[in-house]
């Protein structure tokens, strides 16, 4: 069973009378411990197709399934519940909270799902360690580098241990050089056995996934692509972490 | 990592529990966090809270020290009911017959002191009677003279009737009254008029043992009454004391009388001063022609100057209880038809009037003073209701990235609306502090005027009031806030 199963999954906006398929029909299987990455232009239906995977949209059409879980036609709160245990968000703004300190941001997630403050801080503190910013904990978001504030938001994004990561364009504020640490550090944690989806437009970033999967006109575009991303995983899971 | 991640593993494990029992889990948001991020919210903002919390402060504070205010007039007003007898005082006086009566006009007798027996012997609910027989009386000794409000012939019970203290010399005896000697007691007011005031003298002179002239008669003053005074008046004093320490003199020049009418219930405490008692018997023996037998003049209750008149001006009877005034009314109007042979010519005097006055005039005060501050509190709550609108519309992000991080809408809703709680809270209690300041000012402004009272329970009211308001004020803002799409909120820029 994949970690995550999404079936002719379609989403349909309506805008002004207008019927707009952000999504049309997609099928796509992600195998827990995969580095993947979604690429398309803008306008693709990529970061639709993001949204409905992060559990922040749910599908007009189809089904998902999440660790064994049909989300599809979960209520708000249950989907708040899956958003805080099982996944892990990485943004393109790091979304950091200015007016909280850097080890208050990665202790957010863990805010909403109840942990107990000592435990908190523990975690936090660990987290913050994956990511080689124990030092920082006392800074606001503001005192750090764009680079750093990306690894804090990747830090927050850990803390919860999420079944799965959601990286949208994590490199598209950085510079190319602190991008590329951003992206070793991906391929770190994905080395570490966890799950990992990319979105991005640049195949160069794309490139670093062993498996890709591109986005068009809210389909999955590349033939190839979509057989490679496939049905038959076996062989794809286990060489994903070891690439 | 490894390590963490290893550890981690236990804590993932309830992720395998069904759904619905972790949407259950995620309920647990601790209020103690929810509480500090408010908090923390309104401390990065502060001037703009203290700027919304004013609305508050001035709507609690005005409502403690409004209330507090109200009660201290209260009091003072009660206290000067209470110095002319009370609820429980009921004075019977000769009145004109009504007009079906009118053709046995000179068969009306008035009171006599055959009613006072005829009461005390059958209205049980009546408790003390005293006979009041007024004399117009000018008083004159020490070379001066004056003319006192209230010169009677009564009975030793009087003393208690009308919450007198004797403190200097003794109350006229029963026997006394029996041999009808010329004895008196005074009050300050008639010792200040003849002998001058302590203030003024230097010295407080007790004039027990002194001969005083009423009408021409001779007596003998063998007491006096303490000084009656309200608190202002005490507390008047007090500070003119205080000042003639703190300035080693006492000021210059003439002092300008104000007139004991000048504050609300001093003329009552002034009427008391001026009393002069002497025994029902003298005032009968001595000026039995020149009683005055009723207390209003238009009453033609038939040929004065008689021989031993026993007519009274007044009598003056207390009953067990104010609650049932009504009933001892009823009885002593029973008694009193019969010995008058159905003619009614007496009528009741009671301080219920008065009473009802004071309490209708708190009741205006208070509804003013709640109305005023609840103005105002609702001002407050529209300020925080502003400002609580103004501050998610600056949180967009802020609220599309605790969403994304699994803040459900209940989260996102108690969040805001726990930071307009907080505001309101802050405000309520900056707002009790502040009543307290302020009552604080006014009795510095003027030390003799009612202390203001500051109860418990207005307070609490006050506090709850603008948590109310704070919770109604955060409703709408909070709603809004919880209701934002996550994605929408995280593009928003």
Redesign the interface.
Known sequence: MALVELRSVSKVYHLGGEEIRALDGVTLDIEEGEFISIIGPSGSGKSTLMHILGCLDSPSHGTIKLDGVMIQDASPRQLAAIRNRKIGFVFQFFNLLPKLNVVQNVELPMIYSGVSGRERRQRAQQSLEAVELANRSKHRPSQLSGGQQQRVAIARALVNSPRIIFADEPTGNLDSHTGEAILALFRKLSAEGRTIVLVTHDPEIAAVTPRRIEIRDGRIADKVDAELAGLHRPAQAAAAPGT | ??R??G???D??NP?RTP??N??L??S???IV?TIGVGL??IW?HKFRSLLTMLGIILGVSSLVAMSALVKGREKAEKEALIAIGGLAEVRIEAQELPVEQQSSKDQAVGITINDVYALAASAPLVTRLSPEMRVPATVSANGKTFRPPFCSGVWPVALEMNEHVVQYGRMFNEIDDELARSVCVIGTETRDQLWGKPEEVGQEIIPVGETMFINGQPFTIIGMFQHYESEQERKQHALEKLEEQRHGKKPIGTTRNRGWGGRSGGWAFWIKNATIYMPLNTAWMKYRSGVSRVATSNTGAGPSGATGDPRLSALVVRVADAEQLGTALQQIRNVLMCTHRGLEDFAFRTQEDWAEGIATFVRNLRLSGGVIAGISLLVGGIGIMNIMLASISERV??I????????????IFVQILVESLVIAMLGGLAGLVASWGLLQLITWFSPTDNAPIMSLSAMALAFSFSLLVGVLAGLFPAFKASRLN??QA?RYD
């Open positions: 990592m490894d963490s991640a550890g981690k593993a804590v993932m992720l759904l619905a972790e949407a889990q995620t647990s948001l601790n966090v923390r919210e990065a992000r802020e599309g990235i605790r969403k994304s991080i699994g803040a459900t809408t209940g989260d996550p994605i995280l």
